[in-house]
């Protein structure tokens, strides 16, 4: 009976073990995909505070970077689409600016 409580340890270390294995790491977003055709812009505007960088495609802002210049880390702004719908503050419609977001880490 000495090995019933090894192989019942060996079977539990195996099922917790199993679910760590298969997850998958995140999938990287899709590039932008461009038309041959399309007309991209790359608008840079800067002050002494900030420097924006903006990228439209077809007159479409497609993205925006934002470095301040005070030592504040960078964020994106990812404009909303028409896919996308806008967000409410209290039942109220919260405007069309887009979602910000900073990077935690860099590699």
């Known amino acids: 009976m000495a090995s019933t409580p090894s192989l019942f340890g060996a079977a539990l270390l195996a099922a917790l073990a199993a679910p760590a294995l298969a997850q998958q790491p995140p999938a990287d977003?899709?590039?932008?995909?461009?038309?041959?055709?399309?007309?991209?812009?790359?608008?840079?505007?800067?002050?002494?505070?900030?420097r924006i960088d903006e990228l439209r495609v077809d007159g479409?802002?497609?993205?925006i970077q934002v470095q301040p210049k005070n030592g504040a880390p960078a964020y994106q702004i990812q404009p909303r689409g028409a896919a996308n719908t806008p967000g409410e503050t209290a039942g109220r419609?919260?405007?069309n600016s887009g979602r910000s977001s900073w990077r935690l880490f860099d590699f």
């Open 60 to 63: 479409q802002t497609q993205s």
């Open 29 to 50: 977003p899709a590039p932008l995909q461009h038309a041959p055709g399309d007309r991209i812009e790359r608008i840079t505007h800067e002050d002494a505070l900030t």
């Open 93 to 95: 419609p919260s405007g």
